[in-house]
């Protein structure tokens, strides 16, 4: 008996591996994949402006990236880039999770930050785009697409949703650069509830077919389906949390599973195996810490750590 509808997916040509690097921005679910991949030592960096929902936003983060790599001068944050919201100073480019007590911190932290990340980026490694939703908030008195709109009063905003060709277009334009780069993109399985239902819908299936155009053009531009494998191989609510919008721990960790067996090396399955026993000693909290043994413990699980680190990286 099949219980299932499983999702088939292209097998890719390049598969990644210890010695690549992967930067992923987008929705919740990037940090989702993001957090599994550091917890098995892969070099990734996980959105550089915090969590990222729609296409405008995404397209903006890459943009700061790529332009401060050429002009650190001009791509740094500036004073006039600072808005004072419910939790501090923060900006438009960048989730709450960022603001700061003064401007000044904020600025000093988001520099920095940027400086960073735009390494990060350049070292020509994978790109992972997770899509959250095709509606967007501009600011009315700029027009500027936010990020977030950090709870300041709604009539400050307006509402629209991207079409098909936007979507297209603002991702398109950082693509065919390096064609040695290869980017993964794919939409969040979370549900935008608020939305409501038929909208969000309508919003899925708008980033749906702006990445398929995307990947029909570029062979460097890859589609995981994750919110195929959510809607269709997990298709009960006991794979949700209890918002009823995101998925599970355990749909999390399925789906994480899936990535791996389609984007992974064959040759990295040791290490990766090797990583997660690692790991385990590393979560591990002995209950008498100051114990002889525990403290052998220590030193063998951070040398275990350092060892294998060293040994994939080189």
């Known amino acids: 008996m099949k219980l299932q509808t499983p ?37 990734v960096h996980v959105n550089p402006f915090g969590v990222l929902f729609n296409p405008c936003s995404i397209a903006d983060c890459l943009g700061l990236l790529e332009g401060y790599g050429i002009n650190s001068y001009g791509c740094s944050f500036i004073p006039e880039d600072v808005i004072e919201t419910s939790g501090g100073f923060c900006s438009f480019h960048h989730h709450g999770s960022f603001a700061r007590p003064t401007p000044q911190q904020f600025l000093d932290e988001a520099n920095e930050k940027l400086a960073f990340s735009s390494d990060f980026f350049y070292r020509k490694g994978w790109v992972a785009v997770t899509l959250g939703t095709a509606y967007v908030y501009k600011d009315k008195e700029t027009g500027q697409v936010v990020s977030n709109c950090h709870k300041l009063p709604q009539d400050r905003f307006e509402r629209e949703m991207l079409n098909v060709d936007q979507v297209y277009e603002m991702l398109n334009q950082y693509i065919p650069a390096d064609p040695e780069r290869q980017w993964i993109f794919t939409v969040s399985p979370v549900r935008h509830l608020a939305d409501g239902l038929h909208e969000n819908q309508l919003s899925k299936s708008t980033l749906l077919l702006g990445v398929q155009k995307l990947v029909q053009r570029y062979p460097n531009a890859h589609y995981f389906p994750a919110y195929e494998i959510m809607m269709d191989e997990l298709r009960d609510y006991r794979f949700y949390a209890d918002d009823m919008m995101h ?48 403290k052998d413990f220590e030193v063998k699980r951070k040398e275990a750590l350092d060892n294998f680190i060293a040994r994939v990286r080189l």
């Open 7 to 43: 999702v088939e997916i292209k097998p890719l040509e390049k598969r990644f591996t210890y010695h690549d690097s992967m930067l992923l921005v987008g929705s919740c679910f990037a940090q989702e994949i993001g957090r599994r991949l550091e917890d098995r030592y892969f070099d």
């Open 247 to 294: 998925p599970s721990r355990q749909a999390a960790d399925y789906v994480f599973e899936r990535f791996m067996d389609w984007i992974l090396a064959d040759e990295e399955r040791a290490d990766l195996k090797e990583a997660e026993r690692i790991h385990g000693m590393m979560e591990h909290r002995p209950l008498n810490p100051e114990t002889q043994a525990a």
